[in-house]
C-alpha cells in the first residue's frame, strides 16, 4: 500500500474524514499488511513531531498589506467587478503559496527536530566509553613502563631491597 492514494487514505483514516466503507477497508489492510500498519506508525510519529512545532501565526497587517500589494501590481481598472475577480484570484494564489511554503518550513522544521534528537542520543551513547578511558588515562600512558615491569612481586622486591631508599628521603643540606 505504498501508491499515493493509498497514503492519502492512511491519512484521511487518521484524521478521521474517511467513510465508513473505505475506513473499514483501511483497517482491513492494516490487520492483514506489516507495511501498511508501518506507514500508518511513520505517519503518526510525523504528526506527534508537527504537533511540537509552534504554530506560525500572520502579523494582524498581514492580509491588509498583501491585498494592497496586489492592488498595486494589477493592471489598469477595466470595470470594479474585473479587479475584484482578479483581486480575488491573486489573493488565493498567494495564500495558496503562503500555506505551500508554511509547510515546506514545517517538515524542514520536523527533519531538523527529529536529527538532532537522535544526533542527541547517538552521541550520549558513544560518549560512555570515551568517559571510561578519560578516567583511566593515566595508567594508559604509561602502560608501556608497566608491562615491562612484569609482575607485581617483583615491584615488592625491589622496594623490600632498599635499592630506591635515596631518592625516597629528603636532601639534607
Known amino acids: 500500500m505504498s501508491s499515493e492514494k ?5 491519512v484521511a483514516y487518521l484524521d478521521g474524514e ?10 482491513k489492510s492494516l490487520a492483514e499488511n506489516a507495511s ?11 504528526f506527534d513531531l508537527l504537533d511540537l512545532l ?4 500572520a502579523s494582524d497587517g498581514f492580509a491588509e498589506k ?9 493592471s489598469p481598472r477595466k470595470s470594479e467587478t474585473t479587479d475584484e ?3 480575488a484570484t491573486q489573493a488565493s494564489a498567494m495564500s ?4 505551500e511554503w508554511g509547510i515546506r518550513v514545517a517538515a524542514f522544521a520536523g527533519l531538523l527536530v527529529a536529527a538532532t534528537i537522535g544526533f542527541n542520543r547517538s552521541f550520549r551513547q558513544d560518549s560512555e ?6 578516567t583511566e588515562l593515566p595508567v594508559i600512558q604509561r602502560l608501556d613502563e608497566y608491562q615491562e615491569t612484569g609482575d607485581v612481586e617483583f615491584l615488592k622486591a625491589l622496594s623490600e631491597s632498599g635499592l630506591f631508599n635515596e631518592r625516597d628521603q629528603a636532601p639534607q643540606d
Open 54 to 57: 509552534p504554530e506560525p501565526k
Open 66 to 74: 498583501t491585498l494592497t500589494a496586489i492592488r498595486t501590481q494589477s
Open 6 to 10: 493509498s497514503k492519502e487514505d492512511l
Open 36 to 46: 501498511v500498519r508501518r506507514d500508518v506508525e511513520q505517519l503518526t510519529k510525523t
Open 85 to 87: 475577480v482578479t483581486s
Open 129 to 134: 566509553p570515551i568517559d571510561e578511558l578519560l
Open 96 to 99: 495558496r503559496r503562503v500555506v
Open 18 to 27: 474517511l467513510p465508513d466503507e473505505q475506513a473499514s477497508q483501511v483497517e
